[in-house]
């Protein structure tokens, strides 16, 4: 059975939100140890990974070093996320396989996903990404033709278009990798968001994609029957945030696309990963599930419920949303 995991920033970054290398190296370790108890199972494995942390701290990184070394644009810092995340995550994946004494490889594919370039998030640039800064720094980055927005008291912060995925176009390399035997990171970060030119060249954009609705995608593409979205809560709950919560468990499509209409999924976090689960689904995935990274092991055994907000085809599916 084909498993597409995909890890949030918690599986990446400490506790504390702190990212220094040793952070995210200590981060991703432990998260590599229920992914191996996967691949020791048997079960084929793709990864995915979020990189908001990451690219953050590069484009601070751009900030403080405009005068001296030229900028970089925003899809540059999604390709150098995706090889320095998939570096760190083939190490400590290769190494929790070799102490379970299973002998397979892992690699990371730099991978590109295809937006349109009319998509309307061009227009009106929504994702707020990287730092708040005072409105006199970021005046000259305004000059400078980026989007930023007055946050209030924690000051100004750039907002860029968060595109809808169309196609992971490097899914082929991915799918040829898991042929040769291979554990395959790929997508970091949703993809680097790439358009079309008329003469079928491809370009980068200033953009990012969101690493939940990219996952989706890419594991479609390479047949997988499991979509597992692994993050720091259990599942999805209804009023959230309220004395009233109410777990999600298993859940049709419908159904819980109608709490998605009632409000329930912040846009910014759970919104994506509901929406990302109900089109897996939608599209031939047998079940989709929100969970924490210590229980992808159960979240992926079908005979099991209550390890999160667990997705199914209407067909299959037994409504017990509220008895988590
Ligand atoms: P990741 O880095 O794993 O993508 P996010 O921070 O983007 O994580 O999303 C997970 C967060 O979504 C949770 O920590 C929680 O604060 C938030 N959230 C918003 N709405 C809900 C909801 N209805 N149920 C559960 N969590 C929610
Ligand atoms: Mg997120």
Redesign the pocket.
């Known amino acids: 059975m084909r498993v597409l995991i995909?890890?949030?920033?918690?599986?990446m970054t400490s506790e504390d939100g702190r990212a220094r290398p040793r952070d995210q190296v200590a981060a991703v370790t432990a998260a590599m140890e229920p992914v191996a108890d996967l691949v020791a199972a048997g079960y084929d494995v793709v990864l995915t990974h979020?990189n908001?942390p990451q690219v953050g701290n590069l484009l601070v990184k751009n900030q403080l070093a405009a005068s001296v070394v030229p900028p970089v644009p925003l899809d540059w810092c999604g390709a150098q996320t995706q090889g320095t995340i998939g570096f760190i995550v083939v190490n400590a994946l290769e190494r929790a396989l070799a102490a379970r004494g299973v002998r397979r490889r892992v690699a990371a594919v730099v991978t590109r996903t295809l937006v349109d370039a009319a998509d309307p998030g061009f227009a009106r640039p929504t994702k707020p990404i990287g730092r708040y800064l005072p409105r006199e720094e970021a005046a000259p980055l305004i000059d400078h033709g980026e989007t930023w927005e007055d946050r209030g008291p924690r000051g100004w912060r750039r907002v860029v278009a968060s595109p809808e995925p169309l196609e992971v176009l490097d899914a082929p390399a991915a799918a040829a990798l898991l042929a040769a035997g291979f554990v395959v990171v790929a997508n970091g970060g949703g993809g680097v968001p790439v358009v079309r030119a008329p003469d079928g060249s491809i370009r980068g954009v200033e953009a990012v994609i969101d690493?939940?609705l990219g996952a989706a995608l890419l594991g479609r593409a390479l047949g997988a029957e499991a979509l597992i979205?692994?993050?720091?809560?259990?599942?999805?709950?209804?009023?959230?945030?309220t004395p009233h919560?109410r777990a999600?468990g298993t859940v049709d499509v419908a159904t819980l696309r109608g709490y998605a209409a009632e409000g329930?999924?912040?846009s910014?976090?759970?919104?994506?990963?509901?929406e990302a689960a109900c089109r897996f689904v939608e599209q031939g995935g047998r079940r989709a599930v929100?969970t924490t990274l210590t229980r992808i092991a159960e979240a992926v055994r079908a005979d099991m419920d209550g390890a999160g907000t667990t997705v199914l085809p209407a067909d299959i599916t037994r409504e017990v949303a509220g008895h988590a």
């Open positions: 995909a890890l949030g920033g918690n599986a979020g908001g690493k939940d979205i692994a993050t720091d809560v259990d599942g999805a709950v209804l009023g959230f945030g919560e999600v329930h999924f912040a910014g976090s759970m919104g994506p990963k509901v929100i």
